[in-house]
Nanobody, 116 residues
Framework: QVQLVESGGGLVQPGGSLRLSCAAS????????MGWYRQAPGKERELVTT???????NSADSAKGRFTISSDHAKNTVYLQMNSLEPDDTAVYYC??????????WGKGTLVTVSS
């Protein structure tokens, strides 16, 4: 059973930056895809950005140019660097990883609040 633990959320002013981290309990070399989704209050969970083991990324239009996904395989950690944050970015952010059997694992989420 894979465990994912997100951290780095918090309160930030509009225009600010945050970096989210997702620590996996197993080597992230074991996974075909890693990424981030988010769920705002009263809305459905939506894609932020994902990256495959081959380096292919898939990002929401709202994330392009502002959010960057990266990973540190030595630390089994996935990151989401978020810049130029806006109030509409307020949401719970979830880390997800897919294994070679096509099973998706999810973290419990970390809350990001963008407000002045």
């Amino acid at each position: 059973q894979v465990q994912l633990v997100e951290s780095g959320g918090g309160l930030v002013q509009p225009g600010g930056s945050l970096r989210l981290s997702c620590a996996a309990s197993l080597s992230i070399f074991s996974f075909t895809r890693m990424g981030w989704y988010r769920q705002a209050p009263g809305k459905e969970r939506e894609l932020v950005t994902t990256i495959t083991s081959g380096g292919r990324t898939n990002s929401a239009d709202s994330a392009k140019g502002r959010f960057t996904i990266s990973s540190d395989h030595a630390k089994n950690t996935v990151y989401l660097q978020m810049n130029s944050l806006e109030p509409d970015d307020t949401a719970v952010y979830y880390c997800t990883i897919r294994n070679y059997d096509g099973i998706d694992y999810w973290g419990k989420g970390t809350l990001v609040t963008v407000s002045s």
